[in-house]
């Protein structure tokens, strides 16, 4: 029976990441029906299920805050207003617009997830483009790329960034001071192919730059609270796990939420009701669902089973190791949505720490709250980077290029997978190069 298990897990999970590669089916009906698959032929008990959903209670709650708060302060239109000014202020230059997309997404990226910006910003982009004569579609892709590397820049930039931060117990300030450099090199290394790489829009004189939208911000005292509240989050992003009673990132954006929620309801720009409707429900329950299909290849003993062969592959060669897996995991993450990945990976790599000797067996408790042996952090650190940035290679890559596509779709303009593999691949290709430089650089030698 274990041996059918253990068959049953496998092919569930490929099966899953097939159909989402493929998208014949919707990813999150994807991995929703193969959870429940695991449910019904008694992989696992549903008590089970919750169990393994519960223990990413940090990334799930993160993202359900951080999506509550953004979609709060919709009513008011400062992302409009905001986008409206960076077009403006390219007076009429094709390369200050794509120096103004790089400068209004990686701040805002900085502090919240890449597909929770995409879905804010990328609306914006087809009708200003149309206005001032432009093809819309390479600069949704340079959005894509300019979110996906800004994500680096802070732990809760990016899924992938805070699933492995999360899973290693590094602290926001720790994320700052060792890896946030790594974050700017990337969003550096697509401010330099521009010139390149969207050659024809670099040198484009844009016209008709007065018949542009001119959105004006609304409820402008909700949104000065709204600012105080953002501003609270952020600054508890960086101290609240040094408080006496420390508060987690997922906390605090709950916490903001909170508060978000009772702004827009005693203000009445918004309803609840409205605001959590539109919530991405489908995202959300997509995590969950892949946090249940990994634990079931937790619970057969397939990941135990890998870890053992990475440690074959592997050895204790961390120096190898954390290169090996930075362009591996990269070039993955190219094909394979970098969410699962990186949920897939984390408890492999953890296994192989333990089974080579480099880490304590505590570490793979799911309530360890620990310290790793500073030995082994380069090797999460590689993967990390190589999930992100892998995730700028293909259509498929990452859940905001997903989002970015069905955009361009609404506004009559279909993404290929050619076309975004024609600047994907020398944009993945470089970003991979450089960070395998400064992970080598910053804890190898």
């Given amino acids: ?200 829009i670099w040198n484009t004189q844009l016209e008709n730059l007065e018949q542009l939208p001119h959105p004006q911000i ?49 203000s009445k720009i918004d309803s609840v009701n409205n605001i959590l409707r539109d919530i991405d429900w489908s995202t959300l329950i997509f995590f969950m669902s892949i946090f249940v299909l990994i634990g079931g290849l937790e619970k057969t003993g397939i990941i135990n089973s890998l870890s053992k062969i990475l440690a074959i592959i592997l050895g204790k060669n961390i120096f190898f190791g954390s290169l090996s897996l930075l362009f591996f995991v990269g070039m993955l993450s190219s094909v394979v949505p970098n969410i699962p990945l990186v949920v897939g990976m984390v408890p492999l790599l953890k296994q192989y720490v333990v089974n080579v000797g480099l880490a304590p067996t505590e570490v793979l408790a799911p309530d360890f709250h620990g310290q790793f042996p500073p030995e082994v952090l380069p090797m999460f650190y590689a993967m990390m980077f190589g999930a992100t940035l892998g995730g700028n290679g293909t259509l498929v890559g990452a859940s905001s290029n997903i989002v970015a596509a069905g955009i361009s779709e609404q506004h009559g303009r279909r993404i290929s997978f050619k076309t975004f593999l024609h600047y994907g691949i020398p944009v993945m290709l470089l970003q991979l190069l450089t960070s395998g430089c400064y992970v080598l650089v910053r804890f190898l030698l």
């Fill in 1 to 200: 029976m274990e041996n059918w298990h253990t068959v049953v897990s496998a092919v569930t999970f490929l099966s899953v990441i097939i159909l989402i590669m493929t998208e014949w089916v919707h990813l999150t009906i994807a991995a929703l029906l193969g959870a429940l698959l695991l449910v019904f032929t008694n992989v696992m008990t549903l008590e089970e299920a919750v169990g393994y959903i519960g223990n990413s209670h940090g990334t799930l709650g993160l993202f359900f805050g951080v999506m509550v708060l953004i979609r709060a302060f919709e009513p008011t239109k400062i992302f409009e207003y905001l986008a409206t000014q960076i077009v403006l202020l390219a007076q009429g230059k094709g390369n200050r617009l794509l120096l103004g997309i790089v400068g209004i997404t990686t701040p805002i990226c900085a502090v919240l997830p890449n597909a929770t910006t995409v879905m804010l910003l990328a609306p914006l982009i087809p009708p200003m483009a149309q206005e001032v004569g432009v093809n819309f579609v390479p600069l949704l892709i340079l959005l894509v790329f300019v979110a996906n590397s800004a994500g680096l820049l802070t732990l809760v930039g990016d899924p992938a960034t805070f699933i492995v931060g999360d899973a290693i117990n590094i602290s926001f300030i720790d994320y700052l001071w060792r890896l946030s450099l790594g974050g700017a090199i990337a969003v550096a290394t697509v401010v330099a192919i521009l010139p390149i790489l969207f050659r024809k």
């Fill in 218 to 266: 609304n409820h402008p005292r909700v949104l000065m609270l709204g600012g105080l509240i953002m501003a609270f989050v952020l600054i508890f992003f960086v101290v609240g796990e040094y408080l006496p009673v420390p508060i987690s990132p997922a906390g605090v954006a709950l916490l903001g939420a909170a508060l978000a929620l009772l702004l827009s309801h005693q």
